[in-house]
């Protein structure tokens, strides 16, 4: 980035809601260059003290099922009661460009003019389950810029659920009428990790259908969560995004989730396991760069993967002759 950048001011700026650096930080925690990595993390050093305080949410669901929408009622309906709230929609990445090809701010149009509001499409940029790299860090700008609920949507494909229900407070999951069919293209595993399903476009003719899928999946959620696994269980709520019904119950349903783990001192373990994840997670990212960077495998690699993939050579055989080539070293980046 080539603007000048004094991590005290644009820390100040932060914290007093300026619109304008709140977006240039998140295009710097979100930036690859060397020397932009090491700016935000000084910036997110300063703004350390600020942030915990806000409600972590994330959504998650199949195509179809309304994420943008409901999200956008959500949090009208958020601003209109007094929040000021977040939305970090991570975007399938371009395969070509690596850019945000949905354009959350054109599918999410009155939330995105609302002052109390602020929505930052992300590109994936092909990280685990479409969750961009950088989530974490771009909600950190964001409570200490004074947001106090942060929603973030991911693009509802393969293993996205685990990844984004591993950095957020409430883990809410969208469905739409369809019992039969959705309880066989569901997996199982979205419904351990939901700590709330949500039945959308229970609306017209499709009430009495939200309804059955919503009787349907309380069983199915019962039936997951047995008695003993902790003082919340996970419930089902039928709503209507198009409509608004049922959002102002759906919103006491997070909020009474998130006073169960204050009550039962369980939102800070969670946010403790949270941060082991994060680190571990950014290891594994700057192991594998300090591999594909390192001289001494720079020549070897691409042998060894022509010969992994001709089938000359077992993955788990070039993996511990590349390990046995590696120097780490004890230097600073």
């Known amino acids: 980035m080539g603007e000048s950048f004094d991590v005290e001011e644009w820390a100040a700026e932060i914290r007093a809601g300026d619109r304008t650096t709140i977006g240039r930080a998140l295009t710097l925690v979100e930036s690859r260059r060397p020397e932009d990595r090491d700016r935000a993390q000084a910036l997110l050093t300063e703004l350390a003290g600020d ?150 476009k229970a609306e017209g003719d499709n009430r009495a259908r939200a309804e059955e899928a919503r009787r349907d999946f309380a069983v199915a959620i019962a039936l997951l969560h047995p008695e003993d696994q902790g003082p919340w269980k996970p419930g089902v709520v039928a709503v209507s995004a198009l409509t608004g019904a049922g959002i102002p119950e759906l919103w006491g349903k997070i909020a009474k989730h998130r006073q169960v783990l204050l009550d039962h001192d369980l939102l800070e373990p969670r946010r403790r396991e949270q941060r082991r994840a994060w680190l571990w997670q950014l290891l594994r990212e700057g192991l594998e760069r300090r591999l594909r960077e390192d001289p001494a495998l720079r020549e070897l690699l691409p042998d060894l993967e022509e010969a992994v993939v001709a089938g000359r050579e077992t993955p788990s055989t070039a993996a511990r002759r590349l390990l046995e080539r590696v120097s780490f070293g004890g230097s600073e980046e």
Do not use: C, W
């Open 51 to 200: 942030v915990g305080q806000a409600h972590r949410v994330g959504i998650s669901g199949l195509p179809g099922a309304g994420k943008s929408t409901l999200i956008e009622a959500l949090g009208v309906h958020l601003s209109g009661s007094g929040h000021r709230v977040a939305v970090l929609a991570v975007d399938p990445s371009s395969t070509l460009t690596g850019g945000s090809i949905l354009g959350d701010k054109t599918r999410m149009h009155r939330l995105a003019q609302d002052p109390r509001a602020f929505i930052r499409p992300s590109p994936s940029g092909g990280s685990l389950g479409g969750v961009a790299s950088r989530t974490r860090e771009a909600m950190q700008v964001l409570e200490a810029a004074g947001y106090d609920v942060i929603l973030v949507e991911t693009v509802g494909v393969g293993q996205s659920e685990a990844a984004v229900a591993a950095m957020v407070d409430t883990f809410v999951v969208i469905l739409v009428p369809g019992a039969g069919d959705e309880l066989q293209g569901i997996k199982r595993g979205i419904l351990e990790l939901a700590d709330l399903v949500v039945i959308n």
